[in-house]
């Protein structure tokens, strides 16, 4: 078992940064491919951006390219994911996933390849 707990969300005013944190424990960070999903009111919850277990490989939805930058500290047990240039569109209750990868350059874009969730962490970008 992996337990995830978001957080750094907040109030931002368009075109502001926050940055959000995922803090893993139970089982060692380093064994699972991480990734990041949102849902907005009335949305079904998206794919953001994606991480290796190694933190050599990355992967973002189109929207976020250039804006956003997901890291991992394994040492820390820690995922973040930094929001630069930030949109009233990207406003939404922000997820950390785990999954169990063999690969450790895999990344995974699909939320039914990921086994844990986070309780997940509010952004609002204000216009």
């Known amino acids: 078992q992996v337990q995830l707990v978001e957080s750094g969300g907040g109030l931002v005013q368009a075109g502001g940064s926050l940055r959000v944190s995922c803090a893993a424990s139970?089982?060692?960070?380093?064994?699972?491919?991480m990734g990041w999903f949102r849902q907005a009111p009335g949305k079904e919850r998206e794919f953001v951006a994606a991480?290796?277990?190694?933190?050599?490989?990355?992967y973002y939805t189109d929207s976020v390219k250039g804006r956003f930058t997901i890291s991992r500290d394994n040492a820390e047990n820690t995922v973040y994911l930094q929001m630069n240039s930030l949109k009233p569109e990207d406003t939404a209750v922000y997820y950390c996933?785990?999954?169990?990868?063999?690969?450790?350059?895999?990344?995974?874009?699909?939320?039914?390849?990921?086994?844990?969730w986070g309780q997940g962490t509010q952004v609002t970008v204000s216009s």
């Open positions: 991480i290796s277990r190694n933190g050599g490989n990355t």
């Open positions: 139970g089982r060692t960070v380093s064994n699972y491919g």
């Open positions: 996933a785990a999954r169990r990868s063999l690969t450790v350059g895999a990344v995974a874009a699909l939320s039914s390849d990921y086994d844990y």
